[in-house]
């Protein structure tokens, strides 16, 4: 029945199951981005420099030129084309004499260049090429300054942000959960011994902390993961420390104790499914703290390295183009940081009413 009760009062809070909901979005976007992202090469790093920091919605025309060798169709939808075909941007084509020339985007002279025919059918002709391989497309947020489809690095970047988040909370909840219970319920040295360690960790400040280990581990996608979790994992530990000591003090646990139950068994038995929802609600809060760390990483160049796509990364590449007129190329990527942390803000806000987890 608690468990119906909490979620009956969970789907009472609309701003809770918007956030949720909110997640789970952005979850199957993260999961499923190469399916629908415009750029399906890996990590979306198709570069145009002829079409960079175009603005939202620009058009154009491409000739599509195939790259005969093909990619595993399981891999290509979750991990991108190994061997994309060839975008290349023009403005218009002519054939001649069965050769095929086109005028690359953004010139302005009468400039034209081959098309490489052998890369297509052996009986191609310019009809075919025309129906099928010469198309137009849409940047619906416009490109980057490398001419990258932005729409397609915010969807692939979803995957570094949400997989931080998960990694972080995991290694947080195995280290703390480990040592919060040890310290709450054998106390005296062994809690005063925990205590300093986390007292230690906690008076320096966490994003000093996660460059260390950052720089201590190397640059890249796992260290920072890592890095991350090290950090978050005294919060943990305090919380569940002082549940422990409050639910030990309990008539059932002491009689537990009597009766000659190992400690182990008290412990993941009888006083850790309590802790559970309390658990849930601060990995919640760690979960958005995850990101932002990241995401900060990121801006300071020790996080995620290029070309993988990062949020934060993003931020860093085009911060200077808020003062060049085309503020939305880090406005976007902003945007999607703060409406991802807040939707966990508020889901663990939602939660810790649903589960009545005592501050």
């Known amino acids: 029945m608690t468990i119906i009760n ?166 947080s909840l195995i280290i703390g959960v480990f040592f919060g219970l040890i310290s709450g319920y054998f106390g005296g040295i062994v809690d005063k011994i925990i205590m300093w360690l986390i007292n230690v960790i906690w008076s320096i400040p966490t994003l000093l902390m996660v460059i260390g280990i950052s720089l201590a581990l190397g640059k890249g996608f796992w260290q920072v993961f890592i890095a991350v979790g090290m950090t978050m994992w005294v919060e943990v530990a305090r919380i569940v420390r002082g549940q422990v000591i409050s639910i030990k003090e309990k008539t059932y646990i002491k009689a537990a104790i009597s009766l000659g139950f190992s400690n182990s068994r008290i412990l993941l038995i009888h006083i850790f499914p309590l802790i559970i929802p309390s658990l849930i609600v601060v990995s919640s809060a760690n979960f958005a703290s995850a990101i932002l760390i990241e995401s900060g990483l990121s801006f300071l160049g020790i996080g995620t390295q290029p070309p993988v796509p990062s949020w934060g990364g993003m931020i860093k590449d085009h911060f200077r183009y808020i003062l060049l007129g085309k503020p939305y190329l880090a406005i976007v990527p902003g945007i999607a940081i703060m409406t991802l942390v807040l939707s966990f803000m508020t889901l663990g806000n939602s939660l810790r009413d649903a589960l009545d987890v005592k501050n």
């Open 6 to 171: 909490s979620f009956q009062r969970f789907n009472k809070d609309i701003l809770g199951v918007l956030s949720l909901s909110y997640i789970i979005l952005i979850a199957l976007m993260s999961i499923f981005a190469y399916i629908i992202s415009p750029d399906k090469s890996i990590n979306s790093n198709m570069m145009q420099l002829s079409i960079h920091s175009q603005s939202p919605l620009f058009k154009l025309k491409v000739i599509s030129v195939p790259n005969k060798i093909k990619s595993d169709k399981l891999s290509k939808w979750f991990f991108g084309k190994k061997n994309i075909d060839e975008e290349i941007p023009i403005i218009k084509t002519k054939w001649k004499e069965g050769v095929l020339y086109f005028q690359p985007f953004g010139r302005v002279d009468d400039f034209y260049q081959k098309v490489p025919l052998e890369r297509f059918n052996k009986e191609i002709t310019y009809s075919m090429i025309e129906k099928e391989y010469i198309k137009n497309k849409i940047y619906w947020l416009g490109t980057d300054k490398y001419g990258r489809d932005l729409l397609s690095r915010i969807l692939i970047g979803s995957r570094v942000s949400l997989s931080i988040g998960l990694v972080a909370v995991f290694i």
